[in-house]
């Protein structure tokens, strides 16, 4: 049985279907999809004609490949992408996984994570209890996006789903770290956002100066460490 | 002084004047949207006509009201919307490339037709991309002048190169009438079914190829929202998945929305397709409460369309 399929996504991209419901299962192989296809997303070595793929968004349980209509077109890169994975789940019992353990040091606390409480007395529990349940879990990511370097992570201890706030906030800082119905993340730069908000890193998540520019990427994995405020400030948190 | 630091000083900004090129590619799988000019087609023109080479930046003037002191001798060129722009107090010609001497003070007006002029100028605005491009991406802070996603402001100096003797006695150009659209049109827009196309019902479909649709107030550079017959997909939600150029989405209003160059670049509502992205450019010069209709095209027409246009401008 194939791993996928693929179908148009208008005349500049199609998209790589592997599956239709969010399963950790699907990440591996959508990684290793992404990683193959790469090789068509660079330069070829020499010459300055441009590369076959421009963009390749991995979400959830798709691969959107994003592609310059000039030198391709649908069913000349399809061949292509069908050459380019012909083995695939080889690759995958080989070598099962191939995301990394990212550990994101967090200070929880009222002072940086507004929602801490609230989120507490909705499920009727202490802060504590909160801040262990959530950092015991290690998340898988699932997709990047809304904003750079925003990762979704799932699925949190179903005890700690909380609806996103009615309104959004105008600006929630960087760095901060929150949960939404089923999900956890980090907003990386500061943005409005609705979810609730229960502590904040000191690591960067994206910078345009960083080499890779993020640390995470779709199929690794994310544990959260509970720190102290001074851990947090000596790795240059930002309180404010 | 370094003669590539001077160029045009920004007298008034206008409501929204941004540096744009054709966009940030590669960086979409970060979360970073391509960003980049909203109407291709008159940014392209305005490279074409000053012999520029088809990225070179320029400026997107949405809404006019952008007062310019040129600094440095050499050729502009004005196309998209109709700015009524003006140099030394007379009137310019539109869709034209024009000299312009040190000292002269450019002035755009409020749009007499469309949303977005372009400014292009010889060898193209200067500036540090950011990630390969210098498109501003606001809501990213990524691009434009200062490289973290501003727009234009009072005081900026936009540089430019000197042009040699040769560039600067180019021929002046406009385009032929043929080629210049007017915005004030009616618009059909050719769709490529797509995506979640299956998630609506026939009757939806029929509706949604048989009525108008309005432009609403509430569109930007992002997407531009449509309001008339509602359209109800089933199921009305899907995992987050990639969004390309023009892709048309339905939220749980049912009031369709069209994907532009700052969208996000994952979402999950469910789409009816993509439109021709010739179109979509089309689609960002119409004012609010125009009216606009869908009609089918297959991927071939919209890619062999697509490729034709591309190629004219050497792209």
């Known amino acids: 049985m194939a791993l996928w399929h693929i179908e148009n996504a208008g005349p500049e991209a199609l998209i790589l279907r592997f599956g239709e419901r969010m399963d950790p299962q699907l990440l591996p192989v959508i990684r290793a999809a992404t990683e193959r296809l790469a090789a068509l997303k660079e330069p070829a070595p020499g010459g300055d004609k441009p590369p076959a793929i421009r963009d390749l968004v991995p979400s959830y349980s798709t691969l959107l490949v994003c592609y310059d209509p000039v030198l391709n077109d649908f069913r000349s890169l399809s061949g292509q992408i069908r050459q380019c994975l012909r083995g695939l789940e080889q690759d995958l019992s080989d070598n099962r996984g191939g995301g990394r353990l990212v550990e994101i040091p967090v200070w929880y606390h009222p002072q940086v994570g507004p929602d801490l409480e609230r989120v507490a007395r909705h499920h009727g529990l202490s802060v504590e209890e909160v801040i262990r349940r959530h950092s015991q879990r290690d998340y898988p990511v699932y997709a990047i996006g809304f904003a750079p370097g925003f990762a979704y992570l799932g699925n949190l201890d179903p005890t700690l789903a909380t609806p996103r706030l009615d309104s959004p906030r105008q600006t929630v800082p960087a760095g901060s770290v929150a949960l939404a119905e089923q999900q956890t993340a980090v907003y990386p730069i500061a943005t409005p956002g609705g979810w609730n908000l229960l502590g904040r890193t000191p690591m960067t998540l994206f910078d345009p100066d960083l080499e890779g520019l993020c640390p995470l990427s779709p199929g690794d994995t994310v544990r959260f460490v509970p720190i102290s405020r001074e851990q947090f400030l000596k790795a240059g948190g930002v309180e404010e | ?315």
């Open chain 2, 1 to 315: 002084m370094n003669d590539s630091d001077t160029g045009f000083e920004v007298l008034e900004p206008g409501p929204l004047t941004l540096v744009q090129d054709l966009g940030r590619f590669g960086y979409q799988h970060l979360g970073l949207s391509p960003g980049g000019a909203a109407d291709e087609h008159a940014f392209l023109w305005g490279n074409r006509l000053l012999g520029n080479h088809p990225k070179c930046p320029a400026l997107e003037v949405t809404l006019g009201g952008l007062v310019l002191r040129a600094h440095k001798t050499t050729q502009i060129a004005l196309t998209g919307a109709d700015l009524q722009a003006r140099l030394n107090g007379e009137p310019l010609s539109h869709w034209h490339s024009h000299r312009i001497e040190a000292g002269d003070r450019l002035e755009l007006g409020y749009p007499a037709s469309g949303v977005r002029g372009y400014l292009a100028v010889m060898g193209g605005f200067q500036f540090p991309p950011v990630l390969g491009s210098v498109a501003t991406v606001m809501r990213e802070k990524m691009g434009g002048p200062d490289g973290q996603g501003r727009p234009v402001e009072a005081g900026d100096c936009l540089p430019c190169p000197t042009p040699t003797a040769r560039q600067y006695d180019r021929r002046l150009m406009g385009v032929l009438s043929r080629f210049i659209p007017d915005y004030r049109q009616p618009l059909t827009l050719g769709l490529v079914a797509g995506q979640q196309h299956d998630h609506f019902r026939g009757r939806d479909l029929a509706r949604f190829h048989n009525s108008d649709y309005r432009l609403s107030n509430r569109s930007d550079r992002m997407g531009i929202r449509l309001e008339g017959e509602p359209l109800k997909p089933e199921p009305a939600g899907i995992l987050s998945e990639g969004i390309p150029f023009g892709a048309v989405q339905v939220p749980p209003d049912g009031q369709p929305i069209v994907l532009l160059k700052d969208r996000q670049t994952i979402g999950g509502y469910p789409k009816l397709g993509t439109l021709c992205p010739l179109h979509a450019f089309a689609l960002s010069q119409r004012q609010p409460q125009s009216t606009v209709r869908f009609r089918p095209m297959t991927l071939d027409e919209a890619q062999g369309r697509l490729r034709r246009f591309y190629r004219f401008f050497g792209v």
